[in-house]
């Protein structure tokens, strides 16, 4: 078992920036690949960035490239989503998961574990 839990969301004029933490704890869980995914009222949930935990390799959704930035602290079991430039359309409330094996980093579906989710408002 894997436990994810997420912070650092609040509300931040267009432009601003935030950034997200994601705490890992549990047996195995500094071995596992990391994604963050967004949920807009009304919407389905979509991915934003996923890195892998043994290579610095990471993944983007087009929407957010060159303005978020995902990374991980071995050390602390910890990952973070630096987001810069931010609009409107970027608020949602975000969620923290986790995945053993590769694959299509992007689909919801092969991620195992969950947070419960840090709301980020974005106001123009």
């Known amino acids: 078992q894997v436990q994810l839990v997420e912070s650092g969301g609040g509300l931040v004029q267009a432009g601003g920036s935030l950034r997200l933490s994601c705490a890992a704890s549990?047996?195995?869980?500094?071995?596992?690949?990391m994604g963050w995914f967004r949920q807009a009222p009304g919407k389905e949930r979509e991915f934003v960035a996923a890195?892998?935990?043994?290579?610095?390799?990471?993944y983007y959704a087009d929407s957010v490239k060159g303005r978020f930035t995902i990374s991980s602290d071995k050390a602390k079991n910890t990952v973070y989503l630096q987001m810069d430039s931010l609009k409107p359309e970027a608020s949602a409330v975000y969620y923290c998961?986790?995945?053993?094996?590769?694959?299509?980093?992007?689909?919801?579906?092969?991620?195992?574990?969950w947070g419960q989710g840090t709301q980020v408002t974005v106001s123009s």
């Open positions: 549990g047996s195995t869980s500094s071995s596992y690949h």
């Open positions: 890195i892998r935990w043994n290579i610095p390799r990471t």
């Open positions: 998961a986790a995945r053993r094996f590769l694959g299509n980093m992007s689909s919801r579906d092969d991620y195992e574990y």
